[in-house]
Nanobody, 120 residues
Framework: QVQLVESGGGLVQPGGSLRLSCAASGFTLDYYVEGWFRQAPGKEREGISFIMNSDGSTYYADSVKCRFTISRDNAKNTVNLQMNSLKPEDTAVYYC?????????????WGQGTQVTVSS
């Protein structure tokens, strides 16, 4: 059974930090990218940070560059997002995502989402 279990969301003051984690289980992909999307109220879901399993290369959206850091722990099969210098506009539901290939087929897995609220 495919599971992506997110943790680490919550309420934080502007300028604060949070660390999101996503524990993946129940699937195997040969070539994939793992990362984080977010969706604020009334807005479309946006991709904010990704990491490639093949070489560890990373991507950050301009809105989070230099503030967020993505990492993975292969031993624990988790992907993490360290979020620093948080702003009210970072308030959103954050979703973990794995997208990849197995035997030539595409797979796209989502976590259930975790709320991040940045407010004083």
């Amino acid at each position: 059974q495919v599971q992506l279990v997110e943790s680490g969301g919550g309420l934080v003051q502007p300028g604060g930090s949070l660390r999101l984690s996503c524990a993946a289980s129940g699937f195997t992909l040969d070539y994939y990218v793992e990362g984080w999307f977010r969706q604020a109220p009334g807005k479309e879901r946006e991709g904010i940070s990704f990491i490639m399993n093949s070489d560890g290369s990373t991507y950050y959206a301009d809105s989070v560059k230099c503030r967020f850091t993505i990492s993975r722990d292969n031993a624990k099969n988790t992907v993490n997002l360290q979020m620093n210098s948080l702003k009210p506009e970072d308030t959103a539901v954050y979703y973990c995502n794995y997208y990849g290939l197995r035997y030539g087929r595409e797979y796209n897995y989502w976590g259930q989402g975790t709320q991040v609220t940045v407010s004083s």
